[in-house]
């Protein structure tokens, strides 16, 4: 074992920070990265894919520091009252402020104007957020002067699927925490060819349905079993095909996130990811024909065409027609 996943490991406190154990070079790299910043005081944003650690690698870099006080975090939750509440508590330790860009514009601003009136005794600013921040300046999201404020560094917290040869071990270190079961090599390589969208916290969540639902040897037929911890779902007959698929993956998203509510805002922000990928596939399903396209979504083709034109959505024609 490497010193630096050493450290990490030796540092990991929750389930959450099952994401710090990696010995793949983009892993490496990271751990030298928080080793070089947990010295400074300069502002990090921490940003990935969503379930990848970056909250455990935010407390990596607090505990790491000279700060001897404790580690607060705000989230979209706190609203402008509570950020002055925050930073006085705080006060010589570390603030980790979770998606800044889903605080409503008035906790934003209140924020900016706090971080300005800095003090001896300011704490670090840790932020985390999705993989593209400067993405959400452009759209609005997120007040550009609190983006310069709180990205100093900006350091990538890699998902799953750039380090699938670090699955086996992620899965013994959970298969451990979770229960005394074990997985024998051929199905932790099955488990490090399948695709987490999750990343840990999805892998996680598998983890401790296998322990909840068996003894013994894992067996590769439990992978796919349905989760005994799930709600039964909805009958296809009562609902439809579309209705009970989109149930199925809202319910694995409220599931990625533990004992935890996602962040509030959840209706604008499911409306907002999925007209995207729906609008695309169904340009591709007319061969990129603005009409068609049009008439099979039920828009007004210039409401169709200012959709596009707001999500930066390229047209080009082709054959495919259905």
């Known amino acids: ?3 630096r996943l050493s450290l990490a490991a030796d540092n990991a406190g929750g389930p959450a920070d099952s994401a710090l154990v990696g010995e793949t070079p983009v892993m490496q790299a990271l751990f030298r990265r928080i080793e070089q910043l947990a010295v400074s005081d300069l502002p990090v944003m921490l940003v990935g894919e969503a379930g990848v650690g970056k909250t455990a690698f935010a407390q990596l870099l607090h505990r790491l520091s000279d700060r001897t006080a404790t580690a607060l975090t705000l989230d979209a939750a706190n609203g402008p009252e509570a950020i002055q509440r925050a930073i006085d508590s705080a ?3 570390t603030l980790v402020i979770e998606n800044p860009a889903e605080l409503d514009p008035s906790a934003q601003a209140r924020l900016v104007a706090l ?4 003090a001896d005794d300011t704490p670090r600013l840790i932020a985390t957020g ?3 921040p400067r993405r959400d300046v452009a759209r609005g999201r997120l ?4 983006f310069h404020r709180l990205s100093g560094a900006i350091v990538t917290v890699p998902p799953l699927s750039a380090r699938r040869e ?3 071990l992620l899965a013994r270190h959970l298969t451990a925490r979770h229960s005394g079961r074990t ?11 399948r695709d987490f969208p999750g990343n840990v916290r999805e892998l996680d969540l598998l983890i401790r349905r296998l322990a909840a639902t068996g003894q013994g040897p894992v067996l590769a037929s439990e992978l796919d079993a349905p989760d005994a911890l799930s709600p039964d779902p909805l009958p296809l007959e009562a609902t439809g095909q579309l209705a009970a698929s989109v149930a199925a993956h809202l319910q694995r998203y409220f599931d990625l996130h533990g004992d935890q509510l996602p962040p509030p805002g ?3 922000r499911i409306l907002r990811e999925i007209e995207t990928p729906l609008l695309r596939i169904a340009l591709d399903a007319t061969g990129g024909n603005q009409l068609r396209c049009a008439e099979l979504l039920g828009l007004n083709r210039n409401t169709l065409r200012k959709k596009l034109a707001e999500r930066n959505i390229q047209v080009t024609r082709s054959r495919r027609v259905m």
């Open 266 to 268: 959840l209706y604008d």
């Open 143 to 146: 007040r550009a002067d609190l």
């Open 183 to 193: 997985m024998g090599e051929d199905l932790l390589t099955t488990l490090a060819q």
């Open 130 to 132: 999705g993989f593209d």
């Open 166 to 168: 670090d699955v086996p």
């Open 115 to 118: 971080l300005d009136r800095a």
């Open 91 to 93: 006060s010589g330790g």
């Open 1 to 3: 074992m490497s010193r």
